[in-house]
């Protein structure tokens, strides 16, 4: 198993998860063992159906194992009451998803703010943060725009910009290039890749698009609900 | 803030739907502020006929009148009942009563005769202002009387008719009297109506050769002064007496006014349910519509509390906006029940449990009146959105995320 050497974040221990499917069970996760250090880049890949996404769900309190054990900076997530679940999400995971998932009635930059907006933090310096986070993801001047003036690509670097402005352990990115075309996914990509080396962000894909496992620094293969392969690529590896 | 605001753009971003929910709730607010108004003036009106008119909000009585009502049940002391009250600071006054007969030409009936004093009456009772036509009792015209509506009616009396009561005394001797009539009442309450003589107190005393006592001592109290209190205070200063308020004295009608504000919250709950099930049927399409964005608020880290807020928020910003229009349409038609009212021709005179119905029906727009619509619209709101929202808060975000 391959890690960095920063403290862990995310650890998944034996988990499991199984759905009830049209009267049928589905066993999505089958005994996962993963753990993510502070810092990484790291991408979950693997074909359709092979438990990426619901890996995913799980390390983002967005769902619960059927057994097993998923912490986060060291806490069992399963200890947690349903408000602190909500405040674990809105303090410590910040989340990208495929579809953007924007709040259609809010600017740009309300967008961005509106995670931090439940913190506490004070209007100046929301707006000082997430000001110089828009102009980080090259949104400057459009910080007024509603999603639906602004392009799936510029959607994303809001979604982006909301992630990163509560300053989270883990930012959790499920499949963020399958909306946008090639051009645009490789500006994100490198700009992620980018907040990691610069600001130690960790961040965690869910993925089946070579050109983010091209950007990952460790890829984790998911095949049948496990992780399959597990490898750090060497520096100028592709 | 960023709840209110999503909560303000929420509201507006389906126009048309949230335009029809405030349109309704509009309509319904403007209804029960004119429905409350109304019903309202109306019992008001019959209330204040009752105290000032008729019962007063006190009375003095001799312990068995109620049960043996006669000529001889008189409170004795109440000259010297009359001075303490005076000096407690309580308007009184004091009537005599007794019954017979009354004929006008061919004309006759049974008559309740009520002795007067009367100017100290006008100083407590507005019975002098019910004279529809003619003039009040004057001391120094002794054999001038004013006669209920009815009375007038049945015996085809006029102003200047003469009419003839014929009574036993309280000597025993034959009391008879010869009277004109110089004013006739308007409606002002059932007993007085059908066969009332009102004449003045020492023409009565004459009469009925009753020199000493009075049947009952009529007791206003100052405006806003608890009834229970004035009632408790006057018997203290008539000890020998029984003391009564009007509502132990006619307590089917006290309970019927206390009714009035069930029955307004009945009809309210029919309407504001009518209006709920809409504002719930809207409120559940947004949910629907937006189950994706619920969860996306899940997801980020909303509070199942924060999701209630917002859709109770866009509740009660429709609720606002309701209000707002709502008073607006119904400022008018407010102000104009409540100066001019409505001529209510015919019905004038009807008589509810003792109370008459008022010639014209004004409204009563207090703000304790109109406050009660107004913050029941807000809480049915709040009631029918609270499902709706619960449902948008406990959304799982997983399942949320992939509606379509």
Redesign the interface.
Known sequence: MTQSSGKPIVKLTGVTKTFAQGGLEVKALRGMDLTVNEGEFVAIWGPSGSGKTTAL?LI?A??TPTSGQVELEGTDLSSLS??AL??????R?G?V?Q?Y??????TAF?NA???I??QGIAPAERKTRVMAILKEVGLEGMEHRRPNELSGGQQQRVAIA?AIASNPAVILADEPTANVDSETAEKLLSMMARLNEEKGITFVFSTHDPRVMKYARRLVGVVDGRVDTDRAKNSGEE | MIVLRMAWRNVWRNSRRSSVTIAAMTLALFVELLYAGLVNGMFKDMEDDITEMDFGDVQVLHEDYLKRPSLYTVVEDHEAIMSRLDEAGYAATARLMSGGLVASGEFSAGGAFFGIDPVQDTKVLRLNTAVAEGEWLDVADPTGVVVGRGLARTLSLDLGSELVVLSQAADGSMANELFTVKGILRSVGAGLDRGGILMPADTFRDMMVMPEGAHKIIVRRAKNQPLEEVTAAVTALAPDAKVMNWKQLSPMLAQMLEGVNSMIVIVYLIVYVAVAILILNAMLMAVFERIREFGVLKAIGYSPFQVVSMMVLEGMIQATVALGAGLALAAGPMWYLQNNGINVGNLAGMSMAGMTMPAVWRGDYTLGVIQVPIIMLFVIVFFAVIYPATKAAWIRPVEAMRHQ
């Open positions: 769900n983002g967005l769902d349903r408000k909500s405040q674990m999400r809105r303090d995971i989340f998803f579809a998932n924007l709040i259609p009635v809010l309300e703010e509106a995670v907006a439940l909301r």
